[in-house]
Each structure stands twice: as C-alpha cells, then as structure tokens.
C-alpha cells in the first residue's frame, strides 16, 4: 500500500514539474521592439509608484551623506 502510494505521489510530482516548466513563448502580436532606457529617465508610465529615477535620487543622497561623515 505503501509503495503504491509513492509511486501515485512521484509520477504526480513528475506531471506537475513537467507541465510547470512548459513554456509557449513570449505573446508580443502587434512586434513592438523592447525599448532601452537609462536608469535616470523617467518611464512610460509615471506617478505609478517607486520609479527608477526615484532610486537614483534616494542612492546619491545615501552616498553623499556617508561622504560627510
């Protein structure tokens, strides 16, 4: 009982791991090429929270303030 049980066990974990890996690919239908931006620009979509010009802003004040010191 115990070995049928193992075995039910094992070949589920198998089938999940196996249908978790598949991928289909990335969906991009209308081919809008990725656009590169630097890290003090702001995005397309702004005021939507913490944006990477935010983070530059917070890391130079950090790096100042440790230089005083």
Do not use: H, W, Y
């Amino acid at each position: 009982m115990k070995s049928i049980i193992t075995k039910f066990l094992l070949s589920l974990t198998t089938a999940a791991l196996v249908a978790g890996c598949a991928s289909s690919g990335v969906k991009n239908p209308s081919g809008i090429g990725v656009t590169r931006m630097n890290a003090d620009e702001q995005g397309f979509v702004a005021g939507t929270g913490v944006e990477s010009q935010d983070l530059v802003a917070v890391t130079d004040k950090m790096a100042r303030s440790i230089l005083v010191l």
